[in-house]
């Protein structure tokens, strides 16, 4: 219950198209009985039943509840007589056919009021449901991430969104309003007749009872085919992103069995899930037919043999009666469709509840620059205390200052410069910022500090310019131009099809290696921030675009405080100091030539790159 009260706060902001269609389903509801009520002295023309019975005063009403029905339609028996007496049958019966479509026409138009105001609620809670689980994608730590495929996140905003509103959000009004269709349907057919209203009613327990039974065991095969979902859509985006690599391996059969296998538990499951829910609607069809053919032997013997009911009051409560079998048919499909959706939407709250590690305290610091330094004080950091990453790794990085860190994959490098970032937080130690725990700084505020350029340069599927305009996007197009110099970029840009404002595909795919990195140094100076975090931005480009680039990383780190991680040693002989790791530990530290002069693990990581 608790997952629908969560889901039903996207609907309030839209409670008014819900109120709204309730309101017109209401009315489509009423217009549907009076709709059938007004057919009744249509037929009592037709089968003679108003003439045969002469009034020669109008009925008196006793005051009794139970009969103001008989009343009513006494009353209106008498005054068609009236009417017939002073216009004549056939005016009369052509007044009451208008009449009687005019309710129908009403009934109708309320119901696609109803639809139509239905469908404004359920996309504009299924935009704000999506915009909120984009913010909280947004929102999460980079550990997330890395424990989390993509194609599984990408499923969930698509398929179990879309599950949520077909199911789900779909069927809320149907489980508000056909129980007052049946109510007020039920309410008519007992002042019609009370007992065969109970004679019919024997079998609609059954029919519920058999549809709730299948409904159950949607939501199983309903979550499993989801879930398979996520992984068929995780396979087409690795395949997306590598197929170099599955086509220089000759991949394609490997790749090409992986996604069929996945396939064909989504199709078992789908299968399953098809079967079951289609059950249902073959099943109320035989079950509302049996109740057909019971109340017509029933009514038969009411007319014939007991003359309790005319044929036109029989008529006209099988047409009423059968206006329960919709809102049955409906309430339960509503019912299953609810139970289908609730696996879609347990992985929906799962993205919506997912813990935000990175949390900040009640009070966080302001903090607008760095005044003196970077502190690393006996920091660790592990996933488990089984596989420790780092251990009282200690380094003080002052104002202005470059630091290099230096060491063989997986000495920790890398996870030096996210817990600078803070996309994960230490287990051990602390980082000080001007004497102050990152923890206890306002993020938000924390990472307008920070600039970094990676190894692999992350741009978007749109301009260039708008590319660099993300690290301030108040920039002027002056600024802008002025970032790309100092990146060394403009020269290539300006050669552009259309210059700043040409698209360069996905990721960058219209640009090379270096061209794409020297975008990303321009975003980080447009940004211009005290703290600079560079990983291994130069590792993956040719000598010529690292010339280029390399210059552009020194005219940007000029008079600012740099972390540098570098796996080519020959970008960082002039940094102010320079850290060797190890399996998480520093095992040597100095100056470049401090370094080389020790002949220890910096000397052969030097000499292996033939560096001197």
């Known amino acids: ?58 009925p008196v009403y006793s005051g009794e509840i139970l009969d103001f029905f008989s009343y009513a339609k006494e009353y ?30 009403l009934r109708n138009l309320f119901r696609y009021l109803g639809s139509f105001l239905l469908i404004n609620y359920r996309v504009g809670v299924t935009q704000d449901l999506r915009g909120a689980m984009y913010r909280k994608i947004l929102s999460l730590p980079v550990s997330f991430f890395t424990e989390s495929r993509k194609g599984d996140l990408m499923s969930r905003m698509s398929n179990d969104v879309g599950e949520v509103e077909g199911n789900i959000l779909g069927s809320l009004v149907e489980l508000i309003n056909a129980p007052f269709m049946l109510i007020s349907t039920l309410v008519t057919l007992f002042f019609l007749s009370t007992e065969m209203t109970l004679f019919s009613l024997l079998v609609l327990p ?24 996520g992984t068929i859509f995780s396979i087409v985006d690795e395949t997306l992103k590598s197929t170099k690599v599955i086509k220089i391996f000759s991949a394609e059969k490997i790749m090409d069995n992986r996604f069929m296998q996945s396939m064909q538990k989504w199709i078992n499951s789908s299968i399953r899930l098809g079967r079951k829910k289609e059950l249902a609607s073959p099943m109320s069809e035989f079950l509302g037919s049996v109740t057909f053919l019971i109340i017509a032997w029933y009514g038969g013997k009411q007319i014939i043999v007991e003359q309790s009911i005319s044929p036109a009051d029989f008529l006209v409560f099988l047409g009423i009666f059968f206006q329960i079998l919709p809102p049955v048919k409906s309430l339960s499909q509503s019912i299953s469709n609810v139970q289908k959706g609730e696996a879609s939407l347990e992985r929906v709250l799962a993205i919506l509840d997912a813990d935000v590690k990175i949390d900040e305290i009640a009070n966080p610091v302001s903090i607008s620059t760095l005044n003196h330094s970077i502190e690393f004080n006996n920091i660790g950091f592990y996933y488990d205390k089984d596989h420790t990453i780092l251990k009282n790794f200690s380094l003080s990085i002052p104002k202005g200052k470059t630091v290099a860190l230096v060491g063989q994959s997986g000495s920790g490098k890398t996870t030096i410069a996210n817990l600078l970032a803070r996309f994960y937080d230490v287990s051990e130690g602390d980082i000080m910022i001007d004497g102050t725990n990152i923890k206890h700084l306002k993020l938000d505020e924390y990472r307008k500090l920070l600039g970094m350029v990676t190894q692999e340069s992350v741009l978007f599927n749109d301009s260039v310019y708008n590319n660099i305009l993300m690290g301030k996007p108040d920039a002027t197009r002056e600024e802008v131009i002025a970032a790309a110099k100092i990146a060394n970029a403009d020269s290539f840009i300006t050669r552009l099809p259309e210059g700043y404002d040409s698209n360069i595909g996905d990721d960058g795919g219209k640009l090379s290696g270096g061209q794409k990195q020297r975008v990303s140094i321009a975003r980080a100076v447009l940004k211009n921030p005290p703290i600079m975090i560079l990983d291994e931005a130069t590792s993956a480009l040719d000598t010529e675009s690292e010339r280029f680039v390399q210059d552009a990383l020194e005219k940007m780190m000029e008079n600012r ?15 102010d100091w320079i850290v060797v790791m190890e399996k998480g530990d520093i095992v040597e530290q100095g100056t470049h030539h401090d370094l080389i002069a020790k002949k220890g693990m910096y000397n052969k990581l030097v000499e292996l790159q033939n560096f001197d």
């Open 76 to 105: 209106a028996n008498y005054y068609v007589q009236s009417l017939v007496t002073e216009h004549g049958a056939l005016n009369v019966l052509a007044w009451l056919c208008v009449i009687t479509a005019f309710m129908f026409l």
């Open 1 to 58: 219950m608790n997952q629908y009260i969560k889901i039903l706060k996207f609907a309030r902001p839209h409670q008014k198209y819900i109120y709204g269609s309730l309101f017109f389903n209401l009315m489509y509801s009423v217009f549907q009985i009076a709709s059938l009520g007004t057919i009744l002295p249509v037929l009592g023309m037709l089968f003679g039943t108003i003439e045969a019975k002469k009034y020669s005063h109008p």
């Open 561 to 575: 405080t740099s972390l540098v991680i570098a796996h080519r040693l020959s970008t960082i002989q002039k940094a």
């Open 206 to 229: 059954v029919m519920g009872t058999m549809i709730a039974l299948i409904g159950k065991s949607l939501k199983k095969d309903s979550h499993e085919a989801q879930n398979e979902m």
